[in-house]
């Protein structure tokens, strides 16, 4: 939550502005005027982490955008039409996809179409479309056989309307869980991509591109390379919890077996 | 068992032509025309056109998809445009570097995983199982770039008992070859470790709560020796498949590591050849990297199929 806000504080105010170079005050400690110190440009770290935090949250959620979008919709058409050839052939879409080492792939498609935020986000997007189609599929699937559907179809409703009114609604918690999980790991693979110089630009600012200018300075400045990383990881770790957690919380099963 | 290996076979041999498919396509549909790209934006029109001849970029697409193809199954990866040497002979240089980091990084995780994840399905619920829990969902949240400058930072600036990167090569003798690669394993090794104790901690718990260790506890089996004897033994079945994907990951997954620790495997062979645009070597080598990884996952499938006879009768 709190890098959320930093990253939507950032839209309209940041302590310093991170264009702004000063050179004189670079590498400072934590001072009070600098709460996380500068970086070798003397940029003030405060304001990079929370334009960062808009660049990774940014990156990841259109990823997870593309995910539910293509893949929500595949995964239904799949349920609908279970055991067609339609069905088989997403399927075994989606088994290919998988089977592709992502990160080998991201780096190729942004190595030929230029690194940049917009091809991470396509990156990492692809990778979401089988994850998404796969847990429709499976969630939607066993809606199809309940009474409630049979009644939808016995008045005469189509496929892809009982698609959108009767199995969306009651899988979207589920939908809802699997976001938060793939929205970390989005989060991770953008980070592991500006790393190594394939995801956002400079000036742009983003943690995994701090981490990389940070790397030859860690000897002597060892809090320019530890913030971006703890800012990575509370993130993912706290999406991660809140993961857990609303699944808990909107899984009636594991509730019941609680009380 | 054998429709299943038709089955699969054809499914591994489909995956292959599509990978290869896609990353041709990729590279196909580079903006402009690939010798432009390689020789970059001062280079002469008949340098261009010289290089476009050289490189066979003058032939029909399909016709060109073949032959590349055809030469990656004989082994011949094409002429490195930069280097002027053998594709094939430059992977080779760094597979002996790529291999036994993703080889030592799996010994390192199945070394913390069993463990750590027997003790914390036998202390269900009690104070150690929920300290290795809260151990994981640290391991899955740390970027392992991360934690490998941390580890630089630590064992070779402070205390100074590894170097910082670098490879002396294995010439220069095994142990040093193992002490260069020890921090990268670990690096590499941790999240995946954290993914692998929680897939053997619930595998162990669906064992022990079965029928045939209430079985064995009945005959006068004490806790230990059923966990031993029977629970831990069945719960490696899917352990394994877990680590032969994760096997696939870290060959795959070691190329940012391998920036970190500037070791001259495929990881840094790729980024130099995307850096001085040579499309050629990059081609080949992300296909063999798919290659390999789809090839893992098939002898993942068969070796599961060989264990758990339900799979085979089911596809």
Known sequence: MVFVSGALISFFWTPYNIETLAIPQRLQTPTAAHWLGTDQLGRDIVSMIMMGARTSIAVALLAVGIGIGLGVPLGLIAAARRGSMLDEAIMRGNDLIFAFPSLVIAILITAVFGAGATNAIIAIGIFNIPVFARVTRGAALSFWSRDFILAARVAGKSPARISIEHILPNIANLLIVQSTIQFSLGILAEAALSYIGLGAQPPTASWGRMLADAQTLASIAPHVALVPGLAIVFTVLGLNLMGDGLRDLLDPRIRVART | ?315
């Open chain 2, 1 to 315: 068992m054998i429709r299943y290996m038709i089955g699969r076979v054809t499914s591994l041999c489909l995956s292959l032509v599509v990978a290869s498919l896609v990353i041709f396509t990729v590279v196909e549909i580079v903006p402009g025309d690939p010798a432009a790209y390689m020789l970059g934006v001062n280079a002469r029109p008949d340098t261009i056109a010289a290089l476009r001849t050289e490189l066979g970029l003058d032939l029909p697409t399909v016709q060109r998809y073949f032959a590349w193809i055809s030469g990656l199954v004989q082994g011949d990866f094409g002429i490195s445009y930069t280097y002027r040497t053998p594709v094939a002979q430059m992977v080779a240089d760094r597979i002996a570097v790529s291999l036994p980091l993703a080889l030592l990084a799996l010994a390192i995780t199945v070394a913390i995983a069993f463990p750590a994840g027997i003790y914390a399905a036998s202390h269900r619920g009690r104070a150690g199982d929920l300290g290795v829990m809260g151990a994981t969902q640290l391991g899955i949240a740390v970027p392992n770039f991360w934690f490998a400058m941390i580890l630089v930072l630590i064992f070779a600036i402070k205390l100074r008992w590894v170097s910082a990167g670098g490879f002396p090569g294995w010439n220069a003798g095994v142990l040093k070859g193992l002490t260069a690669l020890i921090l990268p394993a670990i690096a590499l090794a941790l999240p995946q470790a954290a993914i692998l104790t929680r897939v053997m901690r619930s595998s162990l718990l669906d064992m022990l709560n079965e029928d045939f260790i209430r079985t064995a506890r009945a005959k006068g089996l004490s806790k230990r020796q059923a966990l031993w004897r029977h629970a831990v033994r069945n719960a490696l079945i899917p352990v394994l498949t877990i680590i032969g994907l994760q096997f696939s990951f870290l060959l795959a997954g070691g190329i940012v590591i391998e920036q970190v620790f500037f070791l001259p495997g495929m990881g840094r062979l790729i980024f130099q050849a995307i850096s001085s645009r040579d499309l050629i070597v990059v081609e080949s080598v992300v296909m063999l990297l798919v290659a390999s990884v789809i090839g893992v996952n098939f002898a993942v499938d068969l070796a599961y199929a060989a264990v758990d006879p339900r799979l085979r009768t089911r596809s």
